[in-house]
RNA sequence: UCCCCGAUAGCUCAAUGGUAGAGCGAGCGGCUGUUAACCGCUAGGUUCUAGGUUCGAGUCCUAGUCGGGGAGCCA
């Protein structure tokens, strides 16, 4: 018999015989008919499992009658009507492939469990309607982006998850090393190959005894180096994990996470924001037309009104509004914020929700934030801003914000500084190692063009898109501080 | 990292400083083309960890670990 994944026997005609492979959600009996089992059988390949009818004629019916949530089995048989619509089996064999061992104390019961539990046993979780929803969602959203990228003639570039740079500015980096945490390397203690590198300073550790001649980290972002690719393919993408070692403990932070970099050549603020704006509603079509079954699962159980949103958000053009608008709406609405509304200071979570959940109530695009807040790379605005709540003298940069409702930042980016000089002034001003940059500043010695990106948190993302509100639960074994099991 | 809250059976939760309980799940039986099935019986506990107060601590105190909500850092 042909073994059929679940998601197409369920679509196969009455009276084809097929042979369906995976593990039970449930189990019920029945007397009638002299006997009968229920065998609720999944396999991952759609959200439903499929109901095999197991009479007690089959000569192993005293073992199927014993089988518990999470059982592997075989089962082949003939693809019937159920009395209430839809296909079911009626099995001639099952075959028990994998016993559940001790059935009392299997973390995964036939019942509703908390994440917070699922997330302990995340071994097993993805068995769950849910978490077997979020990944396919996931799988979903991934391959869209590729697609997404791929039409409009990107590349995919691999950038290194190991960086010798330490001024990729996100924050605080994970150190990569093979040295004896124990007793490190000195300069003046006992003698041992230098692989390279410049010398220590006294009473510093000797990284240039380090696997790579160097200190190294792993990746916070791979905007520096794939702005190397895109001032020469033109049209270029990263798509990897990344890295923060920052101790931020939320619903909306992780320390290992995928983040999707692209970047344009030739290319301003403006149709930066429409590229993200254009990826944003091309991946959330993709997942209401692929994964209708997943989503309306997430619908009903997770969030309401969420398919409805996402439609809404395809619909309608993402509202753009420069920095020095949103401080005057902010200002005008007469909210007591809890912290401070001024031109150049940054917004606040309570700020960023009232724009896109009370004032707009659909994604914001903000754009040209005051310099003074924002990344040395970023492009500085030839305008200064004007207005009444602006201090004279102020000065913005070609950034961009991608606000929605609920999650907040999804994505962040910017038009890139592209003229030496000003890069340099701005490294200067931050004193930050300018000869670190050596390589980042070749670009705009050699042959510089306008260029713009963006970095869109993947995992926040699949959060918006599902409705799940903790990001520790669309990612498979999340790493947050003090939490690496699996 | 900061503020607030929490941790008891496999899971979700009860228990005035004085014998540790229920529902679900599991095992056994009954009933039924069942589908959050239903009914009965049974088993199931180092009350997060380490100290402390007390005649006596699941309960009070201290510290830690982990989890939740909010904030910061950001994606």
New binding site residues.
Partial sequence: MPWLRVADALKAPVGTQVTVKGWLR????????G??S?L?VHDGTCFDAI?A?AKAALPNYSEIA?L??HCAVEVDGTI?P???GGN?I?ATAVRIVGLVD??????I?????????L??VAHLRVRTNTFGAVARVRHCLAMAVHRFFDARGFYYVHTPIITGSDCEG???MFRVSTLDLVNPPRPGAAPGPSVGGAPPAPGAVDFSRDFFGKETHLTV?GQLNVETYCCALSRVYTFGP?F?A??????????E?W?IEPEVAFADLASNAALAEAMLKELFDAVLTQRPDDMAFFEQRIERGIIERLRGIIEKPFRRLPYTEAIDILLASGKPF??PVKWGL?L???H??YLTEQHFKQPVVLTNYPKQ?K?FYMRQDDDAPTGPNVPPGSRTVAAM??LVPGI?????GSQREERPDRLDARIEEMKLPIKEYWWYRDLRRYGTVPHAG???????LVQFVTGM????DVIPFPR????CEF
């Fill in positions: 449930t189990r019920r009996d029945s007397k009638a008919d006997g009968l229920f609720s109901q009818v014993r518990t949530t019937s159920t009395p209430k079911e009626q001790d059935p009392d104390h299997y973390p019961q036939p019942k509703q469990h908390s994440f917070e539990y997330r302990e996100a924050g605080h972002s990344t923060r920052e101790n931020s403990n939320t619903s909306r932070h992780l320390s996470f983040m809890e912290f940054d606040q979570s309570e960023e929700r807040i990344a914000d991608v907040g930042e999804i994505i962040g963006f970095g869109l948190g993947f995992e926040r509100q903790n990001i520790r947050a501080p003090g939490q």
